[in-house]
């Protein structure tokens, strides 16, 4: 008879925050997760980090520590910091309020191409709604992400990213497969949907 498996550790917030100043994570996340001074430049490097699931943000640093997801800078800082450290800030970001998008007006055409294609994918083209995993309002679920409210640029690389094969981290590679058939428009319009939200 094989022992249950052990629940996951849970972070201490409090600790988190002390923490995302030793180990320089407010640098490109931000004190309050919505990204901080060069993290919202043209190349959109850096993920607004707050409100999201602990479990996930777990997840992509242990991902970033063994090369599952590529990024040199990640790579770096996920190796140095300590297991207790990860699960402390990420339970701090988890605790903030959740990440808030700014509707562009002038991109309300891209954003309604954004919606349809969330909502309902594209079933001719084999394209899933990416609200089966990420929920109808793109909060998240499980290890899907709450990708509402992320910065456009950020969101607009990662798509990218997922459908070049340059990024491929997700359960039986479900984002590569979703994201295959799209075009740099419709990667644009959903960006622009849901960094609006």
């Given at each position: 008879m094989s022992a249950p498996p052990t629940p996951p550790q849970q972070g201490n917030p409090l600790l988190g925050r002390e923490k995302i100043d030793s180990e320089r994570c407010q640098e490109c996340h931000g004190i309050d997760g919505q990204g901080a001074g060069h993290a919202n430049g043209p190349e959109g490097k850096f993920a607004k980090l707050a409100g999201q699931d602990?479990?996930?943000?777990?997840?992509?640093?242990?991902?970033?520590?063994?090369?599952?997801?590529?990024?040199?800078?990640?790579?770096?800082?996920?190796?140095?910091?300590?297991?207790?450290?990860?699960?402390?800030?990420?339970?701090?970001?988890?605790?903030?309020?959740?990440?808030?998008?700014?509707?562009d007006p002038?991109?309300?055409?891209?954003?309604?191409?954004?919606?349809?294609?969330?909502?309902?994918?594209?079933?001719?083209?084999?394209?899933?709604?990416?609200?089966?995993?990420?929920?109808?309002?793109?909060?998240?679920?499980?290890l899907a992400p709450r990708i509402a409210g992320q910065e456009w640029r950020y969101l607009d690389k990662q798509l990218r990213d997922w459908r070049s094969g340059d990024r491929k981290n997700s359960p039986d590679g479900v984002m590569n497969k979703a994201l295959a058939p799209l075009t740099d428009a419709e990667i644009e319009a959903l960006a622009t949907h849901l960094a609006s939200q």
């Open positions: 602990a479990a996930y943000l777990v997840k992509q640093m242990q991902d970033f520590r063994s090369g599952a997801r590529k990024h040199d800078q990640m790579a770096i800082m996920a190796r140095s910091v300590s297991d207790e450290d990860v699960r402390d800030i990420s339970a701090y970001f988890a605790s903030l309020p959740v990440m808030k998008g700014e509707p002038k991109a309300a055409a891209a954003s309604a191409i954004g919606q349809r294609l969330y909502e309902q994918g594209d079933a001719t083209r084999g394209v899933p709604a990416c609200a089966s995993c990420h929920s109808h309002q793109a909060k998240g679920a499980a």
